[in-house]
């Protein structure tokens, strides 16, 4: 079966620290794809990043970054330099593979909470 | 572009009553997903529709929640009757074909509270 595991439920740090919000993930498919999304307080879902399971190359994208770690199955996302407005849940989820451009659906970890304070 | 549209974003009821939530995909998308998030189980799918066939209704909890697709840019999720235990956020998705995306972009929820 499927599962994302975040492991922190709830993440504190002070604006400019850097935090690493931590993702186990598990699958026997060969093929998946990984996703991080950020849920504000306002409550809509957010696209961050989509990695397939081929792509182990980490990402980096302005203060965030990502370890894809196949060995590990760890998807980990770091926030370089936090700021206030980076305070949300994250979610880390697992995608099932399409076959013949069916399924995917997503299975999501339970959510990091990330405070950052002024 | 606009991106999934739905509507109401708050909706209050009373237990017995009907409610219909109402998502627009983003035009183009061929895939819809329906998700419930509650404190509880978190982020769980209902449903999605591919091509406006539902596919995999395996995370409809019974047969009070029933989701149609009537055309590529309209579905609706119906709870007759509703229960206190259905209050949570619902989330509509849609997502393109492969060559384009595999990536599914979210509407800003439905907020549902049953008294």
């Known amino acids: 079966a499927q599962k994302v595991t975040q492991a922190q439920t709830e993440i504190s740090v002070v604006e400019k620290e850097d935090v690493t919000l931590d993702c186990v993930y598990e699958?026997?498919?060969?093929?998946?794809?990984l996703f991080w999304y950020k849920q504000p307080p306002s409550g809509e879902l957010v696209f961050l990043i989509r990695?397939?399971?081929?792509?182990?190359q980490n990402e980096i994208s302005g203060r965030y970054s990502w370890n894809f770690q196949k060995s590990t199955s760890s998807f980990n996302f770091t926030i370089t330099a936090s700021q206030v407005v980076d305070s949300a849940v994250y979610f880390c989820?697992?995608?099932?593979?399409?076959?013949?451009?069916?399924?995917?659906?997503?299975?999501f970890g339970q959510g990091t909470e990330l405070s950052v304070k002024p | 572009d606009a991106g999934v549209i739905q509507s109401p974003r708050h909706e209050v009821t009373e237990m017995g009553q009907e409610v219909t939530l109402r998502c627009k995909p983003i035009?183009?998308?061929?895939?819809l997903f329906w998700y419930r998030q509650t404190m509880m189980r978190g982020l769980e799918l209902l449903i999605y529709?591919?091509?406006?066939?539902?596919?995999?209704d395996s995370g409809m909890p019974e047969d009070r929640f029933s989701a149609k697709m009537p055309n590529a840019s309209f579905s609706t999720l119906k709870i007759q009757p509703s229960e206190p235990r259905d209050s949570a956020v619902y989330f509509c998705?849609?997502?393109?074909?492969?060559?384009?995306?595999?990536?599914?972009?979210f509407g800003p929820g439905t907020r549902l509270t049953v008294l």
């Open positions: 529709f591919n091509n406006n066939v539902p596919i995999d």
């Open positions: 035009s183009g998308h061929n895939s």
């Open positions: 989820a697992l995608s099932e593979p399409l076959i013949y451009n069916q399924g995917g659906k997503l299975i």
């Open positions: 998705a849609s997502r393109g074909d492969r060559s384009r995306t595999d990536t599914q972009y």
């Open positions: 990695r397939n399971s081929f792509d182990e």
């Open positions: 699958t026997r498919d060969t093929t998946y794809y």
